[in-house]
């Protein structure tokens, strides 16, 4: 299983940015997805999990903010990230578990993308 994720950059403050996640096999209504994000010197973060039926749980520090969904149909998930903050500045890593979701707990997760940087300036 392979997860590419892309749509990464560099915005102000207050702006968005949608990310995508690409997995390479049918994740139909078997896969848990989940986005996280890691900065620099911090632990690994769950940012957000969308279920097999599609739904989502986020974080609180997001709420609000970001939406996440995913297109069965094309085997992609996607983290809509709006009002950006300079605390937002990660890596942020899709990933993947065949089983159904049950937390933000980045260790429950099988499968991972390779990261795309997203750095928000004030």
């Known amino acids: 299983v392979r997860l590419v994720e892309s749509g990464g950059g560099s915005v102000q403050a207050g702006g968005s940015l949608r990310l995508s996640c690409k997995v390479s096999?049918?994740?139909?209504?078997?896969?848990?997805m989940g986005w996280f994000r890691q900065a620099p010197e911090n632990e690994r973060e769950g940012v957000a999990i969308?279920?097999?039926?599609?739904?989502?749980y986020f974080t609180d520090s997001v709420k609000g903010r970001f939406t996440a969904s995913r297109d069965n149909a094309v085997n992609t998930v996607y983290l809509q990230m709006n009002s950006l903050r300079p605390d937002d500045t990660a890596i942020y890593y899709c990933?993947?578990?065949?089983?159904?979701?049950?937390?933000?707990?980045?260790?429950?997760?099988?499968?991972w993308g390779q990261g795309t940087q997203v750095t928000v300036s004030s």
């Open positions: 990933a993947a578990k065949r089983r159904a979701c049950s937390g933000l707990d980045f260790a429950d997760f099988d499968y």
């Open positions: 969308i279920s097999r039926i599609g739904i989502t």
């Open positions: 096999v049918s994740i139909g209504s078997k896969y848990c």
